[in-house]
């Protein structure tokens, strides 16, 4: 075996041996990882073992070490062995997955896995799929299918004549990321066509209003994008009873469920997406509760032909295989990584109850964290877990509980046993918590709530 890559192999495993004992977060500034990094490029390079081990040193303060059970920060998961190996051969064969001819077999596992995850998620069996770096461009992928299908069906071939002349497309939505606005600046429709919907006390969108909505303007083409799992208290909208209403009105429903819609693989958290296989369209990620390495998103889309106009793309140099298919016709890449490895190696190892045991057990941890706070003193339970996510704050008696709140977060990281982030949540400081890590232990959760116990009983 070349050295580099034993070398590599070593290291990788003594990282992982020590993600248990060691800090979670590390106090590395711009300026620390610049001079340690910032070496003179040689006029004749580096032995290839050296620079491993040195790139290995050098980052070691700089890296958040997301991949630990006690991480709890954004929705970040970790990488499941299998996973992570499968990444590994993706490197070291180097496929491009941009046409089944460059790589037959990418091809073919981008297939399966896209059949896998349909079948996990209940969605319908002959939608298309995409394989993309992330939520991200999943949203770009689908609602370019969706931009594709209303406004072909007026008679405009958008993907020739862009926008010029096209009507302008509105977009109705309540809870939505901030990746659904850079999709939609990305494809040209623009952040000033979303139009909110009222929402039920900050949750799922109110379907009276959003049937007014339809109604007032019937002519307007329109995307109505549905939450299924928010950002910040993993709430949902009511998925089918809002495709029902969307549909009645010629709408296309877009749901973004970048971790949410994998609690269709629970039987206990199913129930939250019913109706999902309705929709026309779905973003998701493998990389956050999937426990897949980054980068790892899906597209799904009903109109395979919708999905397809948006998407195909034609060179004299492509090598035609009548039965194979080829990715760069469904995703906004031409030349890129075989992500589909990574994912076929943990839908296997996993299988059905694997992946549905990671959510459950995720929601579990995720509320046996919120009841160990409530039961602390000066601790606010503003949004408790309806699946893997929640939102806490600390108070200060008197004092500013925003103030208190990101000191005790503050604190919390500094000691290193865990790390989570802050957010400004209906006007007020709060602490987020996912639990998104298949690595997270009991143990994990009894340990971070010790270190909040020393920092709020102080
Ligand atoms: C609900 C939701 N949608 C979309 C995204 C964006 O996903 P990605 O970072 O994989 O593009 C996120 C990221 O946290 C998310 O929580």
């Known amino acids: 075996m070349e050295p580099e890559l034993k070398r590599a192999a070593e290291l990788a495993a003594e990282y992982l041996a020590g993600l248990d004992s060691g800090r979670i977060g590390d106090e590395a500034t711009p300026e620390s990882l610049r001079e340690r990094l910032g070496r003179p490029l040689t006029e004749h390079g580096v032995p290839g073992t050296q620079v491993v081990e040195e790139l290995a040193e050098d ?18 998961g970790g990488g499941l062995p299998a996973a992570v190996a499968a990444d590994w051969l993706t490197s070291v064969w180097d496929q491009n997955a941009a046409g089944f001819a460059c790589s037959p077999a990418a091809s073919v596992v981008e297939e399966i896995v896209g059949t896998w995850v349909k079948e996990l998620l209940g969605l319908p069996a002959e939608a298309s799929f995409a394989l993309v770096t992330g939520c991200q461009m999943a949203h770009v992928t689908a609602l370019a299918a969706a931009r594709h299908r209303l406004l072909s069906d007026r008679g405009i071939d958008v993907e020739r004549d862009g926008l010029f002349g096209a ?63 928010d950002l910040n208290r993993g709430a949902y909208d009511r998925l089918g009873e809002a ?32 109706g999902v296989e309705r929709a026309d369209s779905w973003a998701t990620d493998a990389h956050k509760w999937l426990n897949v390495p980054y980068d790892s998103g899906l597209a799904f889309v009903r109109d395979r032909e919708a999905h ?28 890129r990584r075989a992500r589909g490895f990574a994912l076929y190696a943990a839908l296997r190892t996993m299988g059905r109850h694997g992946v549905a045991g990671v959510v459950e057990r995720c929601c579990d941890l995720t509320e046996k964290l919120v009841d160990g706070l409530r039961a602390l003193p000066g601790v606010e339970v503003l949004a408790p877990p309806i699946i893997n996510q929640a939102l806490v704050r600390f108070r200060a008696g008197d004092g500013d509980h925003d103030a208190r709140t990101d000191e005790v977060i503050q604190r919390l990281n500094a000691g290193g046993v865990a790390w989570f982030g802050p957010t400004t949540w209906g006007g007020v400081r709060v602490m987020r918590i996912s639990v998104s890590n298949f690595r997270t232990t009991t143990e994990d959760i009894d340990r971070v709530l010790r270190a909040f116990a020393e920092i709020l009983d102080e």
Request: aromatic letters at 8%.
């Open 167 to 229: 009507p302008p497309i509105r977009v109705l939505a309540g809870e939505h990321h901030e990746t659904l606005l850079r999709a939609l600046r990305l494809i040209g429709i623009g952040t000033g066509a979303v139009v909110k919907v009222a929402q039920e006390d900050g949750g799922p969108i109110d379907l009276e209003a959003l049937e007014a909505l339809l109604e007032k303007d019937a002519q307007v083409p329109t995307v109505v994008a549905l939450a299924a799992g």
């Open 243 to 274: 495709c029902d209403i969307a549909h009645r009105h010629g709408a296309w429903v877009h749901v973004d469920g970048a971790f949410g819609l994998w609690a269709a693989a629970s039987p206990r958290f199913r129930h939250l997406v019913n």
């Open 59 to 76: 980052v070691r303060e700089g890296l958040l070490n997301t991949a630990s059970g006690r991480f709890f920060g954004w929705v970040i």
């Open 308 to 335: 397809r106009a948006a998407m195909s793309i034609s060179a004299a140099y492509k090598v035609e295989v009548p039965t194979g298919r080829d990715p760069f016709d469904w995703g906004p890449e031409w030349s």
